[in-house]
């Protein structure tokens, strides 16, 4: 069985600019995560799917960022425009369950604003 | 609020040395879920452990064994004779229930690096 993918694996932008982070879940969890860990710090919550509905964005730092889910399968996270403290780890996982489920994690997007 | 505290950042042992990450969390809640992750060089968070609030039974898996003592709020982890390949960074962290979401709260993670 595939385990969460995320792509890509690595972007580097300039301010100002739009990216756009992919998570594919692993199939059949119906509970999508958004997490980020900036340098050294903690990972931290920024949002949670279940299927295509936003449970919980109460981490979504700003309003240039934009997650959205189509059809409750893959997910999107935007970010637009791109500052220089977006810079980052982005990590994705997915659940089964939405109580105490243990969340499988993806590898992570790293991205760079230059 | 929750909050997870890892107070080691880093942590270098030689190779068989038994070495334990701490991990220590602040909840109200009296229903929660506590969990240790590692995140080898490859850079996936790959799950260890889940333990429920109200049970405060030791667990051990092979090399690895956790103690948890709500007393102290500790969910403590200790690697016995530690091997290269142990070398990672491990993350604890805390779920509670909101509602129907249950986001992880996680502490600054804990880096292990082994050597011959």
């Known amino acids: 069985e595939a385990g969460v993918t995320q792509f890509p694996s690595h972007s580097v932008i300039e301010k100002g600019q739009t990216v756009t982070l992919r998570c594919d879940p692993i199939s059949g969890h119906d509970n999508l995560y958004w997490y980020r860990r900036v340098m050294g710090k903690e990972i931290k919550f920024l949002l949670h799917f279940v299927k295509e509905s936003k449970q919980d964005e109460s981490g979504m730092p700003n309003n240039r960022f934009l997650a959205e889910r189509t059809g409750g399968t893959y997910s999107t996270l935007k970010v637009q425009p791109a500052e220089l403290e977006d810079s980052g780890v982005y990590f994705c996982a997915s659940s089964q369950r939405t109580d105490y489920n243990e969340q499988f994690f993806g590898p992570g997007t790293r991205l760079t604003v230059l | 609020a929750q909050k997870v505290t890892q107070a080691q950042t880093e942590i270098s042992v030689v190779e068989k040395e038994d070495v334990t990450l701490d991990c220590v969390y602040e909840?109200?809640?009296?229903?929660?879920?506590l969990f240790w992750y590692k995140q080898p060089p490859s850079g996936e968070l790959v799950f260890l452990i889940r333990?429920?609030?109200?049970?405060?039974q030791n667990e051990i898996s092979g090399r690895y064994s956790w103690n948890f003592q709500k007393s102290t709020s500790s969910f403590n982890f200790t690697i016995t004779a530690s091997q290269v390949v142990d070398s990672a960074v491990y993350f604890c962290a805390l779920s509670v229930r909101t509602g129907t979401a249950s986001k992880l709260t996680f502490g600054t993670g804990t880096r292990l690096q082994v050597t011959l």
């Open positions: 333990r429920n609030s109200f049970d405060e």
């Open positions: 909840t109200r809640d009296t229903t929660y879920y």
